[in-house]
């Protein structure tokens, strides 16, 4: 049983930037597929960006160009680095993986706030 557990949450001003960070209790180099996804107070979840085995990456549209998704290997982490934050980013921020079987794993979630 792999566990994902998120850091790096937190109140941000709009225009300022945060890192997530989803560290990993077994080898993030099995998932098929790991990435970033947030929901919104009164909001179902959505995906932010994500990141296959061979290393292609997906954005949604609302952050491309403003987040990147990358990952360690060595430190079994994924990351999500945010610039240009808005107040509509406010959101849980999940981090989630789909193994090399198929199952899918979801940290906790890490709040972040952007105030205007």
């Known amino acids: 049983q792999v566990q994902l557990v998120e850091s790096g949450g937190g109140l941000v001003q709009a225009g300022g930037s945060l890192r997530l960070s989803c560290e990993a209790s077994?080898?993030?180099?099995?998932?098929?597929?790991m990435g970033w996804y947030r929901q919104a107070p009164g909001k179902q979840r959505d995906v932010v960006a994500t990141i296959t085995s061979g290393g292609n990456t997906n954005y949604a549209d609302s952050v491309k160009g403003r987040f990147t998704i990358s990952r360690d290997f060595a430190k079994n982490t994924l990351y999500l680095q945010m610039g240009s934050l808005k107040p509509e980013d406010t959101a849980v921020y999940y981090c989630?993986?789909?193994?090399?079987?198929?199952?899918?794993?979801w940290g906790q979630g890490t709040q972040v706030t952007v105030s205007s």
């Open positions: 989630h993986g789909e193994s090399e079987f198929g199952v899918d794993y």
């Open positions: 077994g080898w993030i180099s099995r998932f098929n597929v």
